[in-house]
């Protein structure tokens, strides 16, 4: 129900940076959305943007997925990998590109038409990853992600307490007819400059990631406040919970 995807131009630094032998980085998409439904359709534009390393991106599920027969097959196959500490650990010291979800399944359960809201402020393992293999992440918002369907959180705390004892999250959401397809909205991704963080020794200290994870903030907010008036979202503000 998509009225399209779409990517949108790059910052050159972003573009020059990827043109460099062994480009890597981490890319870190917001927000989650109720299905996070960009990630298939990211992948299949990926050629577009990082053209010289698109055969080296894995992007990170939730591991709730990989326990399910038939989408845990459909899910590796579209080159997704299990989103736990040491298998994206692996992959960064493989070369590969990670693209995440930061927010991950609590940012889902925020997930609310008509608001821009990620779930950020306690998320800084991401951070720590790139810092600790010296790779530059890279702020990504996805505008129309939360849009695609309508949410009720008549029953938030249930949801909240399903989720901390067995890991599955499900939002109260409807799309079309009450469907589970989504309204027919835009979603365009943007990309910010990659950034590098830097770091006295091997291992971050609390305050170089504490430091660091602030920088990305302010980043992600600056991404957004740049492009949220060409795409159609003058009014609203992004909120770090």
Known sequence: AHLGFEISPIPEELAQAEKQKDAQFI?????????????????????????????KCRSLGASVIFLIPFVRELTLWTGCINATRDVAEAALKRGRTIILIPGGQKEQLLTCCGEEAVYLSKRKGFIKLAMRHKVPVVPSYVFGSNDLFKTSHAFSNQQQWILKNFGISQPLAWGLWGSSCGFPVKTTVVMGKPQLFELQSDEPTNDEVDNAHKKFCDSLISLFEEHKESLGYGDRKLRIV
């Open 27 to 55: 890319v870190a998409c917001f927000p989650h959305g109720v299905y996070s439904d960009f990630r298939i359709l990211l992948e299949s534009k990926l050629h577009e943007v990082f053209p010289n390393i698109v055969s």
